[in-house]
Each structure stands twice: as structure tokens, then as C-alpha cells.
């Protein structure tokens, strides 16, 4: 189990660390960080007024494993920054637990209708992961970014909260 909290000036070694190069960071942050990432840019990534920052933290042992954001720059709020940063906790079904919480707040707590987030096109297990939370694949919204010689291609995935309740519902009798 895990629970979210707010990420603290704290918490940034620990997220700098998870970050050791380059793709790594496009993968997770898109572009808002440069590599490497400083204390001043997680500083203003923390006090940016149109985002809630959370750390994620395994509750049994209280430590953090990963990042993740609720963004409300658009009039949907955005699902952003989803990362399990110690690689031991991959692959276990921690990732739709953050996502769970994450969607917990905005429908529950908040009441928003919907959310989306962006994931890159090649990153199956993350589409997958989301898929069977409820979101769908919205093919009017197509992002590329450079990453090098490379271009990577982010597409965006949405959730109505009727859906995410239907999952929910679906995978607890499942």
C-alpha cells in the first residue's frame, strides 16, 4: 500500500537521484526539468501554483518511491510526472495504485468530471496500466518532442470519473 504526501526541499536528493540521465528525465518529466536537475528547479517545480506535488510513500516502511503531480494548468486537470524512482518497486501494480490515489482526489475530494494525462507511444506497460484504470487513448491530442536525434511521440489518455468508477468496481470482483 502507499499513500501520497506533499513533496519538500527534503525529499530532492532522493528525486534527484532516480534521474541519471537524459531520456530518463524526457520519459518521466517531459520538458520541464534540464539535466541535471538542481535544487532551484525542483524548488520552482514544488512552488508552482498551478501544481500539487506529491511524493509517494510505501506505507509500511514510510519511504518514499516515487513522484507524482496533479496539474491544473488546463481546464482539465492533468494526471503528470508519474514516476516509481526505486526500480525494486517496479512491476508490481504500484503504479496503478498512485494512479488510483491520484484519481481518489480529483473525483473524489474535489469532484472534477475527468483527467487526463500523456504518456510516450513506445511505453506499453504505462498504457496498459492505464487502460485498465478506465482511461482511453484520445486521438485528437498527439505531442512529438525531440530527444535528441530521436522524436518521441506522447499521446494523450483521458478518464471520465463514471469510468474510473466502473473499473474500480470491475477489478474488485475480479
Not at 78 to 91: F, K, P
Not at 98 to 106: A, G, S, T, Y
Not at 120 to 136: L, P, S
Request: charged share 25%; hydrophobic share 40%; with cysteine.
Amino acid at each position: 500500500m502507499i499513500h501520497l504526501s506533499k513533496l519538500e526541499q527534503s525529499d530532492f536528493d532522493t528525486f534527484k537521484a532516480w534521474v541519471r540521465n537524459k531520456d530518463e528525465l524526457l520519459q518521466f518529466a517531459g520538458s520541464i526539468f534540464q539535466f541535471p536537475v538542481t535544487d532551484e528547479q525542483l524548488l520552482k517545480y514544488i512552488t508552482d501554483e498551478r501544481r500539487v506535488v506529491f511524493k509517494v510513500v510505501l506505507t509500511a516502511t514510510n519511504e518514499m518511491i516515487g513522484n507524482a503531480e496533479l496539474n491544473y494548468e488546463n481546464l482539465i486537470p492533468r494526471l503528470s510526472r508519474i514516476l516509481i524512482g526505486d526500480m525494486t518497486n517496479r512491476n508490481k501494480g504500484l503504479g496503478k495504485q498512485i494512479v488510483n490515489k491520484m484519481l481518489e482526489k480529483l473525483f473524489i475530494e474535489d469532484n472534477f468530471l475527468q483527467a487526463d494525462l500523456n504518456v510516450f507511444d513506445w511505453n506499453a506497460a504505462a498504457i496498459k496500466c492505464y487502460q485498465q484504470i478506465g482511461f482511453t487513448i484520445n486521438p485528437d491530442i498527439i505531442n512529438k518532442q525531440c530527444n535528441g536525434e530521436k522524436i518521441w511521440t506522447a499521446i494523450n489518455m483521458k478518464v471520465l470519473k463514471d469510468n474510473w468508477m466502473e473499473a474500480i468496481h470491475k477489478n474488485r470482483h475480479h
